[in-house]
T-cell receptor
């Protein structure tokens, strides 16, 4: 039972354009969402998060949008840079779920110079 | 320099042997987690601990054991009962319950290979 889904295993984007990574969830108890970036053979690093009381959060080139009614969130990267090439995971947690993070399967983003 | 350290980076195990993966953090975080990454399956939770001397099973705990005798340390033992142990193992910590704006910090991972 995959509670957090990233349906696109890979995405290629031209340098300078916008990258949009999508994530869907099924558990209505999730109220906090995070995006992580991961390079091969390394641990994930935190990018940006959003609480369910918001629908948008920005941090530099990264913006996360949350649509609670659709149980959908997306990560926008503008402009995309070659260093953004990595695997991106979305994760979710529930206030009454012992804070454990449930991860999606990841999307491999490739930025084409 | 605060952080979370996993060792070793690479580990080889013979079939039928138990092995222990180390995870140490000096971030003074209460909660620690073990995840396993397999190709195409994301990160799956093995065990987690929110406080010293207490831990809970995650989604794929079978064949694994943990201990949390100290706040700083959360070792994971992969036992011979784990049928498919070859994977990339990640340890993470979070600063505390109720601090909803705090992200998890991850170690660099341990790649375990059964030979």
């Amino acid at each position: 039972d995959q509670q957090v889904k990233q349906n696109s295993p890979s995405l290629s984007v031209q340098e300078g354009r916008i990258s949009i990574l999508n994530c869907d969830y099924t558990n209505s108890m999730f109220d906090y969402f995070l995006w992580y970036k991961k390079y091969p053979a390394e641990g994930p690093t935190f990018l940006i998060s959003i609480s369910s009381i918001k629908d948008k959060n920005e941090d530099g080139r990264f913006t996360v949008f949350l649509n609670k009614s659709a149980k959908h969130l997306s990560l926008h990267i503008v402009p995309s840079q070659p260093g953004d090439s990595a695997v991106y995971f979305c994760a979710a947690s529930a206030r009454f779920g012992n804070e454990k993070l449930t991860f999606g399967t990841g999307t491999r983003l490739t930025i084409i110079p | 320099d605060g952080g979370i350290t996993q060792s070793p980076k690479y580990l080889f195990r013979k079939e039928g042997q138990n092995v222990t993966l180390s995870c140490e953090q000096n971030l003074n975080h209460d909660a620690m987690y073990w995840y396993r990454q397999d190709p195409g399956q994301g990160l799956r939770l093995i065990y987690y601990s929110q406080i010293v001397n207490d831990f809970q099973k995650g989604d794929i705990a079978e064949g694994y054991s943990v201990s949390r005798e100290k706040k700083e340390s959360f070792p994971l033992t992969v036992t011979s009962a784990q049928k498919n142990p070859t994977a990339f193992y990640l340890c993470a910590s979070i600063s505390g319950q109720g601090l909803r704006n705090t992200e998890a910090f991850f170690g660099q991972g341990t790649r375990l290979t059964v030979v």
